[in-house]
């Protein structure tokens, strides 16, 4: 089974701080992805890899930077946190491979965010 | 840009059949896919349609008219464990299939 971990399950951050959220997958997927989700909201993208040291923004990547120097591992960056940024954040992975695998997202289980 | 549509709320009985619409506009088009979300869990992949026409995985179907830039998910024989949050996400453009997701659709279950 595909298994993508992240790093808290929940994070109180004070304003100003910077933060580190990291994810992990163990299937060797060549896409990974970070999403916020707000209630009514959505899914909506930050940031995503389809390889490492890869990297483009989604439709919300103000504020947020990532880092992928290993396959498995990448990691969302808030380099001043804000209180807009509370948030649930999650985590994805997908292959690479094959037309129809890869539009299979995998989610990790999310880190609820708190900035105060 | 993008954006899609789907009802905020469905509520329906054990048993009965219900169907989740999905009208979507984006730039680029690369297919519809469903995600299954239950409270405080993580989104599951449902199914992915590329083509037009009906797409069928046991109690779900998903349903797919780029014509009409619309979609649906259909749940057959609901069951309680169905009560969930449903999604529609479109992928905009081939790079990583990266997806664009709706508002999300609360499904309701009664007994």
């Known amino acids: ?116 | 840009g993008q954006s899609l549509e789907q009802p905020s709320e469905v509520t329906a009985v054990e048993g009965a059949i219900v169907q989740i619409n999905c009208t979507y506009q984006t730039s680029g088009f690369y297919g519809l896919s469903w995600y299954q979300q239950h409270d405080g869990g993580a989104p599951t992949f449902l199914s992915y349609n590329a083509l037009d026409g009906l797409e069928e995985t046991g109690r779900f179907s998903s349903f797919l008219s780029r014509s009409d830039s619309y979609g649906y998910l259909l749940l057959q024989e609901l069951q309680m464990k169905d009560s969930a949050s449903y999604f529609c996400a479109v992928s905009p453009r081939w790079t990583a299939r990266q997806l664009t997701f709706g508002s999300g659709t609360q499904l309701t279950v009664l007994p």
């Open chain 1, 1 to 116: 089974d595909v298994k993508v971990t992240q790093s808290s399950r929940y994070l109180v951050k004070r304003t100003g701080e910077k933060v580190f959220l990291e994810c992990v997958q163990d299937m060797d997927h060549e896409n990974m992805f970070w999403y916020r989700q707000d209630p009514g909201l959505g899914l909506r993208l930050i940031y995503f890899s389809y390889d490492v040291k890869m990297k483009e923004k989604g439709d919300i990547p103000e504020g947020y930077s990532v880092s992928r120097e290993k396959k498995e591992r990448f990691s969302l960056i808030l380099e001043s946190a804000s209180t807009n940024q509370t948030s649930m954040y999650l985590c994805a992975s997908s292959s690479g491979q094959g037309f129809f695998k890869s539009y299979e997202q995998y989610f990790g289980p999310g880190t609820r965010l708190t900035v105060t």
